[in-house]
């Protein structure tokens, strides 16, 4: 016998299948998609973390110590040095000496006698010829300047610490211009022998010295200056 059930009756059996067959092909072309987007962006990502510049790094300063050396007196400028490298001052001019940018000491000779009148309660002749006297105040600095030194010098004003230079050039020692100069002026208007820093004098110098022309030389005031010899004051 024929089938003669209606065609319609077959269509269930026919869709069903296609829906699914359908279905499946729009997942699997739908997941290439999906697949290629999501592996555009990974890949946009890592690009751009490749492709970016790596932030600067500040460099940490290196701190370099900084020594502590302390500044020596310069070479005083515009003064002519003798041939014995000292300095002649005129009077009213100062010898001084600076440590470190602060005054260490300054000798300022007011005036220079040769062959003076004594004043003094002991007066005898003069032992190598003359007289002569240097009338000064010498100025030091503060003692807090100089609290760091391994001593804190005194300032000699001693005789001894002075020598003479005659016109030829001849040198007499410090000790030998002592002679019998004590005992010509009173006690009260001499210089003392040695000033400490903090401190000022004024007063009297006086040596003994074998001709009434030369030069009284001091080489240091406390310290020495670099590249000079002393002062020196002519007569």
Not at 39 to 68: M, N, V
Not at 96 to 101: F, I, L, Y
Request: charged share 15%.
């Amino acid at each position: 016998m024929l089938n003669t059930a209606p065609k319609g009756k077959l269509m269930p059996k026919l869709v069903y299948p296609l829906s699914a067959f359908c279905a499946i092909v729009l997942a699997f072309f739908g997941g290439l998609v999906v697949g290629q987007n999501t592996t555009r962006d990974i890949t946009s990502s890592a690009s751009s973390a490749l492709s970016a510049p790596a932030p600067e790094q500040t460099p940490h300063a290196r701190t370099t110590p900084t020594a502590t050396t302390p500044t020596p007196t310069p070479t005083p400028t515009g003064l002519a040095l003798t041939s014995r490298g000292t300095i002649v001052l005129k009077a009213g001019e100062a010898a001084e000496v600076n440590r470190d940018g602060n005054l260490l000491a300054s000798l300022i000779i007011e005036s220079i006698e040769v062959d003076p009148t004594c004043t003094g309660g002991y007066v005898r002749p003069p032992k190598n010829g003359h007289f002569v006297v240097l009338t000064g105040t010498i100025t030091t600095g503060s003692y807090a300047d100089f609290a760091d030194m391994p001593y804190v010098p005194s300032i000699s004003l001693r005789t001894g610490g002075f020598s003479f230079v005659s016109t030829t050039g001849k040198k007499t020692p410090g000790n030998n211009l002592i002679g019998d100069s004590y005992g010509c002026f009173p006690e009260e208007e001499m210089m003392p022998n040695d000033v400490n820093i903090g401190e000022n004098a004024s007063g009297k110098l006086i040596f003994d010295v074998p001709e009434n022309s030369g030069s009284i030389v001091l080489p240091e005031l406390g310290a020495k200056v670099p590249n000079v010899q002393g002062w020196e004051w002519t007569f």
